[in-house]
Each structure stands twice: as structure tokens, then as C-alpha cells.
């Protein structure tokens, strides 16, 4: 089967290796130049420091739709919708593969819907614990997928380093995955302040129900977010020192502004977007989300982050569990 990799960031070309690995044919995306040079010709891979491509790139987009069966999304949720409006063509393509963690806070929508106003082709959501430099280094993965053509694609990308769960709940692995980076940027803000094991747990725990309460609302099923792309993903994301989240909060809570943490990095912490997202639909369908309120607050309106700490402990006491 041929697949094109849309996004030479570090998923991307993780996961093309994993393709390869599996003897698929691969064709990556990169929309610039040196970045195509790097793979083809020095054979590096910028993002993943020391993982050698086993793919080649192009930055023709359009050559990378024409050679696909399928196509796999995976740059920044924010740029998609541009992206693929450089497409003119997508008579080849049998299916698309999302790979993507966010919500476009232009429009508020989810990755399926924003794919649905290009073209309407079979959609998967691929979604779970799974850092690229990890998947990079083969080390045992487990993720979900959920949308179309599910059972054909579980056996394309399983092998011994990855392995692939079905799920049919494709708005709640959509949710959850975009989701959790907002509430990775609160456990980061925690690691910054003290690095305290009691508050994480809590952060991390209430986090899910804020998650769960969230994506019910949109008519998420309540068991996803016990699985690999929600209280999975969760804890890697909150916990992992690959995360790119978590690793913003706790920049921000050591003292850096926004625009200093994004100055120094070129990688993408999709959570400091999908927060915006969140806060405006809560507040547009009436969901009490009092940890991304938070994480918008520190991020946008300067809020000293013990300050929210302090006001997430001083809400109105109540029971554990209320949905
Ligand atoms: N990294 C991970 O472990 C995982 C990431 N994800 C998700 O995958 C998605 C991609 O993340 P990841 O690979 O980590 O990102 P990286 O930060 O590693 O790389 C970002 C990639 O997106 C490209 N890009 C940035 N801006 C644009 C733009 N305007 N148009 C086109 N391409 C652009 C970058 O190109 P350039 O180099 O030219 O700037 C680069 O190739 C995200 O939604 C993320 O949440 C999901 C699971 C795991
Ligand atoms: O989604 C991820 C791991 O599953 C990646 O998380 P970060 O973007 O925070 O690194």
C-alpha cells in the first residue's frame, strides 16, 4: 500500500518509518526545501536526533495526494485547513489517516470536520501514548484508531513495536486527544512550581472528568476516555519529558513568557492553541472546565500560576463524581 506522510515534524516521520518497517511504501510531505535535502540527501531526520529516514520527502504536495492510497495528516491542527487547500486533486486517495491532536480555533472544529469541508473520503483517527521518539526507537507503543476502513489499517500499521486497538468512538478519541495537551500544560505548570506527587495525581485525575465532562457534551463515549487516548495519552503527556506540553507549563511556572518559550523552540505544543478552542465552546454550551479556564488564564492573561493553583483548591467543595 502507498502512503503519503503529510508533515516532516517528528510524528510524521516517525511514523513513516514505522510504515516502512511494516513494507509499505512511503512518500513524506516537507514544506521546505532544506528540509527535503536533509531527508533525501544527508538522510537526518532534524526532529529526532539520531534516527536515520528510511523514507524519501517532497515538498510538492501534490505529487505526495497523487502517489497516495492513503494520506496521513500530521502537522499542527492550526495550519491543516491551509494545507489542504493546495490540494487540486485527490482522485488516488482511498482514505485519510489522522495522526493530529487539536481543535482549530478558528472554526472550533474538530480534525474530521475540518477534512470533511475538503473532501469526504474515509476518515481515521489514530490516537494514544505515543511519543515519536519513542515510536522512532521502536519501543513497545499501543495506540487506537477509530473511523473507516479500521480492521484494514490495524493490520497495515501493528507489528512488534506498535500495537494498534480498534475503537468506534472517533469524536471521543478526537476529544481526548485534544484534550489532554491542555491539561499536559497543567501538570507542567505543577513540575515548575514544586514538582509535588500529591498534586499531580489530583491535577491528572480531576483533569479526566474535566475531559470526560467535556466530551460527552459533544457526544463522546464515556469508556474512550478510560483507554489508550485518554487516561493513556494523559499520563505520558503529563508525565513524559518528551512532552512538548508539559514542558511549556513548566517553562511558563519557572518564569518564561509564552513568547520567550515559543521563541526558543521550533516544535509544536498543540495544547497553548486548543485551550482557546475549549474555554470559547465551554463557555458557548455552559461546561464548568475550571482547569483549561486556568491554563487559558496563565497563558493569555498572565496569571500567576500559583494563584490558579490556589484557586482550584479554593472552588466550592462537592462530591467526587457528579456527571
Ligand atoms: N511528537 C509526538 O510525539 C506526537 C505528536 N502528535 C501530534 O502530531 C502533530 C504534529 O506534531 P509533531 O510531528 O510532533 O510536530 P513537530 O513540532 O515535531 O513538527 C511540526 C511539523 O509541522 C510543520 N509545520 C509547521 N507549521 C506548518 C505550516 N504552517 N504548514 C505546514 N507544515 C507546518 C513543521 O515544518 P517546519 O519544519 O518547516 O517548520 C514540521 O514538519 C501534532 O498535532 C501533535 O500533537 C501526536 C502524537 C505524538
Ligand atoms: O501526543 C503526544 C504523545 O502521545 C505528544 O505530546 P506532546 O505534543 O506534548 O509532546
Redesign the pocket.
Known sequence: MKFGVI??????CAFANLLVDNGQDVLVW???KE?VFEINVLKKIS?LNGIRPKFNASDNIQEVVDFSDYLVI????Q?IR??LSKIKYWDNVKGIVN????LEIKTLKRVSEIIRDFVSIPYTVLSGP???EEVAENIPTAVTIAGENVEELQILFSNDYFRVYTSDDVVGIEISGALK?VMAIAAGVLDGLGGWDNSKAALMTRALYEMIKFGKIFGAQEKTFFGLSGVGDLMVTCNSR?SRNRLLGELIAKGQTLEEVMKNT???A?GMYTVKAVVELSLKRGIDMPISSEVFKILYANKNPRLSMLDLMRRPLKEEWYI
Open positions: 508533515g516532516a515534524g517528528s510524528w510524521g516537507a514544506r521546505r528540509v526532529y500530521a502537522i499542527p491542527v495550519f491551509e494545507n495522526l493530529s491532536k487539536g505515543s511519543h515519536a495537551n518528551h521550533k516544535m509544536v498543540e
